[in-house]
């Protein structure tokens, strides 16, 4: 990190900062509106689990992985705090440092003034590779594995791993970007980006919202853990002993997968098919021989002999009731990138990201079961992978991470 911006953070610290905007510039408003306070658009950074996680979903997401371009612990620690620095000021709408400055190129890149927060949640994950590197193997947490090689992905190394993961979620896409776009400033040169990934219409998480619906047209999230499910939550979610070390209590694991849709083959077949590959009614979003979206999913019913969900619907094979009644708290979220390789249509899909309190127990197994099986793999292929330990929240005045040195 470039010595004026280190001086800059450690100046402002954590208050303050709508005056280091500097003469002539106007800090971020306390209000978004007229009507709106600020302060109803904010999601507390600091507390006793990292945001962004069980928080209602967001419009939009900036997803970003950095790789740490040291072998020290300490320059590790040093870019943690003085991300989550920046991060608590980003989330309650202020700059993370002045923008006059003299000859020297501004702290804050500005995008976001007179925004407000709108719901900013800045989201921390540490990668497997990183541990070992920087003389910490012995605190590694069992659950943060490698992901296995699964059947018919063709990932791409370029846009696969990290050392840290930052995922951005709020409710104005320029808020979002502009929050990847300081704190990715601000870990230079500690930490280098190794790629990064923007998207909208996120999973359904939180109970009384309207479902989303993906790009390939059905609803996401009608089966997901919702926020207000304290105890799905505890069960699924957050890292608990014996699996975890103390220094992730209240944690949790985040799995990243780029998965791209098909969709020159999925435009060719017939509304019926589609419903039959994902188990669902594309208009309602209700399961095959249902009338509502929320109805019990029943996978012993029949219909003229036959099973009324088939064996290779997508429904089905994601199911807690398929999967030894094993849950994940999906926040997914629609890309679109370029043009398909080869095809003649936009090229896009999901940016799958999801949580849970052991992913050798929950999502490598489930993952396992979709790519042997599920008819929807014919339609989609998985292009990018990623698994982060995400540590609990920081107390105001400390960092994410810091139970990981002490």
Not at 181 to 199: E, I
Request: with cysteine; glycine share 12%.
């Amino acid at each position: 990190m470039t010595p004026n911006r280190r001086q800059f953070l450690t100046a402002a610290g954590l208050a303050g900062l709508g005056a280091a905007v500097g003469p002539g510039v106007a800090a971020a408003p306390a209000k978004a509106s007229a009507t709106v306070d600020a302060s109803e658009q904010q999601v507390a950074f600091f507390g006793q689990h990292q945001a962004g996680i069980a928080t209602t979903t967001q419009g939009y997401v900036q997803f970003v992985a950095l790789d740490l371009m040291s072998d020290a612990a300490s320059d590790l620690r040093g870019v943690l705090r003085e991300l989550s620095e920046a991060a608590g000021r980003l989330t309650a709408g202020q700059p993370v440092g002045p923008m006059q400055t003299g000859d020297s190129p501004p702290v804050d890149t500005g995008e976001a003034l007179g925004l407000g927060p709108a719901r900013l949640t800045v989201t921390f994950g540490l990668g497997p590779k990183l541990f070992d590197r920087v003389g910490l193997g012995a605190r590694r947490p069992a659950p943060l594995v490698e992901l296995p090689s699964f059947t018919g992905e063709q990932l791409d190394s370029s846009i696969c791993g990290g050392d840290i993961g930052i995922q951005l979620c709020a409710d104005d896409p320029q808020v979002a970007f502009h929050a990847a776009h300081d704190l990715t400033r601000l870990a230079t040169p500690t930490a280098a980006p190794r790629w990064s990934l923007s998207g909208w219409g996120p999973t359904l998480n939180s109970r009384g919202r309207p479902t989303p619906r993906n790009l390939m047209g059905f609803k996401d999230g009608t089966r997901n853990i919702m926020r207000q499910e304290v105890g799905a939550l505890e069960r699924f979610v957050w890292a608990r002993a014996p699996e975890s070390p103390a220094w992730m209590h209240d944690g949790s694991y985040m799995v990243v997968r780029r998965i791209e849709m098909l969709f020159d083959h999925w435009d060719s077949i017939s509304l019926d098919q589609q419903q039959q590959t994902f188990g669902r009614y594309k208009q309602s979003g209700a399961p095959l021989g249902e009338r509502r979206e929320f109805a019990p999913l029943d996978l012993h019913k029949r219909s003229h002999g036959s099973l009324t969900i088939p064996r290779d619907a997508h429904i089905r094979l994601a199911s807690p009731e398929y999967n030894h009644g094993k849950r994940l708290l999906r926040r997914g979220y629609s890309y679109v990138d370029g043009v398909e390789r080869g095809g003649d249509s936009v090229a896009g899909g999901l940016l799958f990201i999801c949580y849970q309190r052991d992913p050798r127990d929950q999502f490598i197994p489930i993952q396992r079961r979709l790519a042997n099986y599920d008819n929807l793999s014919q339609h989609i292929v998985h292009v990018g992978s990623a698994i982060f330990a995400c540590p609990p929240g920081a107390a105001r005045g400390s960092y994410v991470g810091a139970g990981l040195f002490s």
